[in-house]
């Protein structure tokens, strides 16, 4: 009997070739165990708002009147909304050609693209073009579309640090490119070393590949680092010499827990270095409004800007985009209210600072909680998480512990949080989803749980991390 096109054998190979961790096994077996009853606190995924943090207060109000703008001709509509955000919900209505359930034109709204250019001159100090600004349904779609772009076919590769965050994995697998992997040093906090680009772009080449784009995530998703500027500097200067694009994810730039190493925009370095290396790399700059304080990631809203690409390539670019039509409306304004905050002196300004701090101190608190937590555990050992929302603890694994993964048919670090999970209800994604060196084991973790449960729930996973490593023995391997 012939296959019919949606039966699995028939299906895309690269569809079942695509892997995403964040929500693979131990998310659906987490799935499971909430459904019999037992709670889940599941750190696997980024999502500040499901794991208790609360929206800011003036972004709602204003995304609320945009939503329903009959509240706008209420007589008592001051009563329960301050007058910045009224003013705000009628500027953002008066940039739509419909209000928010009209499309937009698929690069984004231009008066919020505006917004955005001007949020990144005053960030970086050079100028930016709303002509070289599209918004995306999250920074996801944004990579993807340009990834989309830039691969040809299985002989194109895209350099990515390992560990890395899936997405861009599955998507160079779903778009049939190859993933050229360059590995950051965990003994020197996560750093990146260009001695092991230059061999990974060479061994890539050996085998045929045409390496054409790097990936940068600054701050690191999983591994939570900062790039120094002089970092910066340097994968400028390789790009540049090995003619690659680089893709500047920087979507935790609001997300820093240290003082010495504060986030650097990529776009920023390139224009300090100056001519001719800053008319000369092309990059393509990533945020959205999942992460920092905002944490809304259900809104789906993100953009990308592009430096020094060719006005053809971005017309290919836009067109593209105008397959699906329209960004996100909705989540356009939340972009426009995240790159313009209220400033001094508006009425929702003192308690917009007060939320934004609470939040960000409370998750500074949390990073260091949780890093000192892991490290106090037996066979465990865990960076300080610089940035971004995430710890990524080595876990020693005995020899008998990856004796019992393997006659399991599992992947050591999968067996380990399998164990984590039935035990404690923590949900985590195991290290072999984001890559790692051959016979070292981690997990990912989000730094995101209430900081009242912190304390509780570093205390179960220690628990469990000692009844585990008493059963297969206290010595480690690391094959």
């Known amino acids: ?22 929500r693979g096994e131990l998310y659906l077996r987490a799935s499971e165990l ?55 919900a009628k500027h953002y209505l008066s940039l739509t050609s419909g209000g928010l359930g009209a499309y937009s034109d698929s690069r984004g ?16 100090g050079y100028p930016s073009d709303p002509e070289l600004i599209f918004l995306t349904d999250g920074a996801s779609k944004g990579v993807m579309q340009i990834l989309n772009c830039v691969i040809r076919g299985q002989k194109d590769g895209i350099l990515v640090p390992v560990p890395q965050y899936p997405l861009y994995s599955a998507t160079i697998s779903l778009l049939g490119g190859t993933l050229v992997p360059y590995y950051l ?25 045409t390496v054409r784009a790097m990936v940068i995530i600054n701050p690191g998703n999983p591994t939570g680092q900062c790039l120094s500027e002089a970092n910066l500097r340097e994968i400028l200067r390789f790009c540049c010499n090995e003619r690659l694009v680089l893709l500047g994810d920087e979507v935790y730039q609001q997300n820093i827990y240290q003082d010495e190493r504060p986030f650097i925009s990529s776009k920023k370095v390139l224009m300090d270095m100056g001519a001719p290396i800053s008319k000369e790399v092309q990059l393509i700059s990533f945020h959205t409004v999942s992460k920092g304080y905002w944490g809304e990631c259900g809104q789906r809203g993100g953009y990308f800007e592009m430096t020094n690409i060719p006005p053809r390539t971005v017309e290919e670019i836009y067109k593209v985009a105008s397959i699906a039509l329209s960004p996100n409306v909705s989540a356009q304004i939340f972009m426009g209210l995240m790159v313009s905050p209220p400033k001094p002196g508006d009425i929702s300004y003192a308690q917009f600072v007060r939320e934004s701090k609470g939040i960000l101190e409370s998750l500074r608190r949390r990073a260091r909680m949780m890093t000192d937590g892991f490290n106090s555990c037996k066979n465990v050992v865990c960076n300080f998480t610089e940035g971004a929302m995430y710890s990524f603890p ?23 949080c399998l164990k984590l999970l039935e035990a404690t209800g923590i949900s985590t994604v195991p290290g072999s989803g984001f890559g790692q060196k051959e016979g070292v084991f981690h997990l990912r973790t989000t730094i995101l749980p209430a900081e009242e449960e912190m304390p509780e729930i570093m205390d179960s996973f220690k628990k469990f991390n000692d009844d585990f490593m008493s059963q297969y023995g206290v010595g480690y391997s690391r094959m």
């Open 1 to 22: 009997m012939s296959l019919k096109a949606l039966d699995y054998d028939s299906l895309n190979e690269n569809v079942k070739n695509c892997q995403y961790a964040v």
């Open 34 to 88: 909430q459904k019999e009853g037992k709670k889940i606190i599941f750190t696997n995924v980024g999502n500040p708002h499901a794991l208790g943090q609360k929206p800011l207060t003036f972004p709602r109000q204003v995304v609320a009147l945009c939503q329903a703008p009959f509240l706008l001709d209420d007589p008592n509509v001051g009563m329960i909304f301050p007058a910045d955000a009224i003013a705000r």
């Open 109 to 124: 709204l231009p008066g919020v693209r505006k917004e955005v250019a001007q949020f990144i001159q005053r960030r970086d």
């Open 185 to 209: 040093e965990e003994s020197e906090n996560w750093g990146l070393d260009v001695n092991n680009l230059r061999q990974s772009v060479a061994q890539a080449r050996s085998q045929g590949i």
């Open 394 to 416: 080595q876990i020693k694994l005995p020899p008998k512990a990856i004796q019992a993964a393997k006659q399991a048919g599992k992947v050591p670090d999968v067996f380990y």
